[in-house]
T-cell receptor, first 113, second 112 residues
């Protein structure tokens, strides 16, 4: 049973557009929600993260929106660029239990020039 | 450059053979993790270690074992490989429970 469900599985957007990836979780004990970016042949790299005490976090073109009551969070990539083409993973963890991450299934993003 | 080194980068292994995937970090991180990545399933935790000398089971531990004799090294062993263990394996580390995880570049393992 997937505790963190991610959608869509793949996404194609035009350069300059907005990319939106959604995740939903089941375990209400989760208290740390990172997003990872992975390029082919490389390991995932932390992109941005949020904790449930805030509803939104923005870093440059990347924004996480968090809805605690709905147990959902999403990644928005503004002004998407071809260099953003990668696989994105949402994840969740319980920090007091050692931050073992539970990942979503991943979204393959392609940004066309 | 500081980080995580995984070896080998890829390997083809006959079913029934044993294999140890190596992972070394030079960041003096306390916690280390092993994940497997499969298409459509994301990354799933196999085993973890919160500090040298301790290990724990993750979501998919069956068929795998780990050891943590020192801070820097966290090898993953497949005692008798099966085709379902064909995957990309990632090692990660973090400084503490509230710090982000850093990943290596993975080992692509094919079991035939």
């Amino acid at each position: 049973q997937q505790q963190v469900k991610q959608s869509p599985q793949s996404l194609i957007v035009q350069k300059g557009g907005i990319s939106i990836i959604n995740c939903a979780y089941e375990n209400t004990a989760f208290d740390y929600f990172p997003w990872y970016q992975q390029f082919p042949g490389k390991g995932p790299a932390l992109l941005i993260a949020i904790r449930p005490d805030v509803s939104e976090k923005k870093e440059g073109r990347f924004t996480i929106s968090f809805n605690k009551s709905a147990k959902q969070f999403s990644l928005h990539i503004m002004d998407s660029q071809p260099g953003d083409s990668a696989t994105y993973f949402c994840a969740a963890s319980i920090e007091t239990s050692g931050s073992r991450l539970t990942f979503g299934e991943g979204t393959q993003l392609t940004v066309n020039p | 450059t500081a980080g995580i080194t995984q070896a080998p980068t890829s390997q083809i292994l006959a079913a029934g053979r044993s294999m140890t995937l190596r992972c070394t970090q030079d960041m003096r991180h306390n916690a280390m993790y092993w994940y497997r990545q499969d298409l459509g399933l994301g990354l799933r935790l196999i085993h973890y270690s919160n500090t040298a000398g301790t290990t724990g089971k993750g979501e998919v531990p069956d068929g795998y074992s780990v050891s943590r004799a020192n801070t820097d090294d966290f090898p993953l062993t497949l005692a008798s490989a099966v085709p379902s263990q064909t995957s990309v394996y990632f090692c990660a580390s973090s400084g503490s429970s509230n710090q982000p995880q850093h990943f290596g570049d993975g080992t692509r393992l094919s079991i035939l």
